[in-house]
């Protein structure tokens, strides 16, 4: 599909709709705009818009809609599969500026947001009100908008669900400029096609989303976590499925391995609280009361000890839990810098089988002699694998990813699981989510994509085309 | 669009997939399945294919597919809206008898059934292994994958949410026959469009379900309900918002008035506890300890007396449980019961507009001098408006039936209401929800209709039709 080239008969009308200060046109764009936080896709937009209101994106849309000129919308560009990479050029929307909350509504426990508010902030925002936006992504400084175009999941899945439990409501801006409104504040609604579900987790490829109806929760009032050091891995992994059985409820369950907290602690120069075990599970326990956490974090200890584990540290502390969670927080840094390239497999498998898929991995670190990093949601069967470039040359990489890959994301198939758990399929995974779905699957998908965007020119090349 | 009559061949060939025991025609079919629980719109299939299993499903939309023969899926039939009754005739597969609980995997807490099972039959299985489905819709005889073709919501929604929440994955017979899989066992999903989340709801207009895989949660260890009288009802629905923003997060929170009781226990032939009052309010409260349980109810009940309750009744022995249940159980039946005919209205509205919204259903009731009933789900915004025929003429009937609808819609509308909270469109409430969607968002929903069914042979007539 060809579009339009722009020109500069484009470029004096788009000018009128945002004016002078806000429109930028090829040489005055950062080069990071051209792709996303893991890289390995990137091309310039042609028109770089900062949009301030929905009126805005409207005029925009359908100007483009009638000039045939591709859109790609914009948040913080902190994705992992380049889904917001504009590959055929043509206009970028960067609503980062789109960055108001709109309303707290503590009768309906709404929050209205405008796409470029960051997760921290809104994070920040209830919890002064006593309440709770309950996903949990480790990047914060990523746009709201942007974890509802990936269905952003996070550590709390676990008990709360993903960012999809939690969007109660969208504004949406079409591809032919209309705006349109799915969901609400409403608790329930089955009025028809679900199209506010639709809209969560399409990547940029259906509409631009310029508001967001939330859902909170009354803030726990207290929470805990649990540092539980194992003599190996698989030691760790297994005792999940028992944990999950025993019908306890815990916040977050993540794994991770010893060589990944070294590389934290290189790169954050901190201490994290044990680094003697070759494998650990970080539990979170919340509620409402001591007695209550306590009860379940009690019978949960007494699990991982029968399993093996070498001890159970409570992060109570607030020295130990800034170390724990600065430590967590930062495994994807610090695995990116320890090597010179990289690549991610997100994928989800059930929660009972997380401990094969890695093991898994391991045979591959072997079979190919790549370095290969994971830790993850153990609780959720959300893995986040990472294989390194080290001192490979740039063919030989190339060649080997696709091979680990490929034999990855077979072994998820096989196990049941999908190809993206919270990261999305974006430019980078969309074949190996072909080979999965099949034909007749993707048809559907393009289907939908042409019922939104017939001329298919909001965010081309992504996700199922 | 017109399609083909069905003829000997027709017979001849569809009797080879399922044998000649589980093959009706025209005169063979009982007149129930023309219909569904409200009646209001009713029509005859062709044909009633009873299915076992996947592979004549499949095999039957194969050759509906190729022959242009309109199909409809049939669970328990007791849907309000009309959405299983064959409008064109042609084939009914009656899914019922796909009644297996297939597999409990207590390791991803996940249950996969067949969509005949009832709901019913779900509860108890699932609570003998000490696991809970949440969704609680009134009819305990649905069929859950009618339960999940509308969506259904339920009493629980208030803490727990709708039956969306609780699909993880669904097996789906494509119109052409295909057999696809979305979702599956896994916890978090961003691999494309959630066709998931597009089946939910979709009213058997975009494939029929043939099985599906639940997510179960722990069972709550202790429940308790709360019976509070009010003098009026705005004292008591004006309480529900306040019980909100108070952080308390009851179980389930419904409305209900003197009139209503007093048909539920003419109709049960049963005493409620109390109906002196005009209005009540029916908490319920779970948890896993009493203490736990006991500061949520004291707090809700503390807010109550002080919005100016009369009296605060904690149902907890079983014949006050049962008591109450069953008279909210059958208020439907006794609303219906007490009338010649009725019509209903299933809109949801934000939580703390529920009273603007049942005072304005007063004063139609005066201006159009109709008997309204209405009760329903206060803490989540899901209210069951009824108007009743009692001794109106039929042209009368269905005037001041229209008249009111409409205004009862409009007001919805302006209260950032939708249509239907948990009932769904069908055929009976089309109109409604085009009214408020307009051209646009219907023509999204067609769209995506014909990506799914470009022939347009299931279900037709139905949700965007």
Chains 1, 2 share one sequence.
Not at 107 to 121: F, I
Not at 276 to 303: H, M, P, Q, W
Not at 327 to 334: D, N, S, V, Y
Request: aromatic share 8%; proline share 4%; net charge negative.
């Amino acid at each position: 599909m060809s579009y339009k080239a722009i020109d500069s008969e484009d470029i004096k009308y788009l000018k009128t709709i945002v004016g002078d200060n806000r429109f930028f046109t090829k040489d005055e764009i950062s080069e990071d705009f051209s792709h996303d936080e893991l890289g390995g896709v990137s091309n310039m937009p042609d028109i770089l818009v900062n949009v301030l209101n929905t009126e805005e994106v409207s005029k925009i849309m359908k100007y483009a809609y009638e000039k045939d000129i591709p859109v790609v919308a914009r948040g913080s560009g902190t994705g992992l599969v380049g889904a917001s990479v504009p590959l055929k050029g043509g206009i970028m929307i960067n609503l980062s500026g789109m960055n108001k909350i709109l309303e707290l509504d503590e009768e309906n426990l709404t929050l209205t947001v405008e796409p470029g508010v960051l997760l921290m902030e809104i994070g920040k925002f209830v919890e002064e009100h006593d309440l709770f936006y309950p996903p949990d992504p480790g990047e914060k400084s990523a746009t709201i908008g942007g974890n509802i175009s990936t269905n952003a999941g996070g550590m709390r899945a676990v008990k709360y669900g993903v960012t999809r439990d939690y969007v109660r409501g969208l504004e949406v801006v079409l591809p032919n400029g209309k705006v349109l409104e799915f969901g609400g504040k409403v608790v329930k609604n089955s009025s028809g096609y679900s199209l506010k579900d639709l809209m969560v987790g399409s990547e940029g490829t259906l509409g631009i989303i310029t508001k967001a109806v939330l859902r909170l929760l009354p803030l726990p009032k207290k929470a805990i976590s649990l540092l539980v050091p194992f003599p190996d891995l698989n030691k760790a992994i297994g005792t999940v499925p028992k944990i999950i059985k025993s019908k306890a409820i815990p916040t977050a369950i993540e794994f991770m391995q010893r060589e990944v907290i070294l590389a934290a602690e290189k790169f954050l120069g901190k201490k994290f609280p044990d680094n003697s075990s070759d494998a650990y599970l970080l539990l979170t326990f919340d509620g409402n009361s001591k007695e209550e956490i306590e009860e379940a974090y009690d019978k949960v200890a007494k699990i991982c000890l029968e399993e093996g584990a070498l001890d159970v540290f409570i992060v109570d502390t607030d020295e130990r839990k800034e170390a724990v969670w600065s430590a967590r927080g930062a495994f994807l840094e610090a695995v990116k810098a320890s090597t010179t390239e990289m690549d991610e497999c997100d994928v989800v498998v059930p929660r009972n089988k997380v401990a094969e898929f890695i093991n898994y991995t391991d045979e591959l670190q072997k079979k190919f002699n790549v370095r290969i990093r994971s830790f993850g949601h153990a609780g959720d069967g959300n893995l986040h694998v990472y294989v390194l470039r080290d001192e490979l040359t740039s063919d030989l990489w190339k060649n080997k990813l696709l091979e680990v890959f490929k034999d990855m994301y077979d072994k998820a198939v096989e196990l049941k699981g999908l190809v993206s758990g919270e990261h999305g399929i974006g430019y980078a995974k969309k074949l190996y989510m072909f080979k999965q779905y099949g034909e007749e699957y993707m048809s559907v998908m393009r289907g939908i994509k042409s019922a939104f965007d017939p001329e298919n020119i909001l965010n081309p090349g992504k996700v199922c085309e």
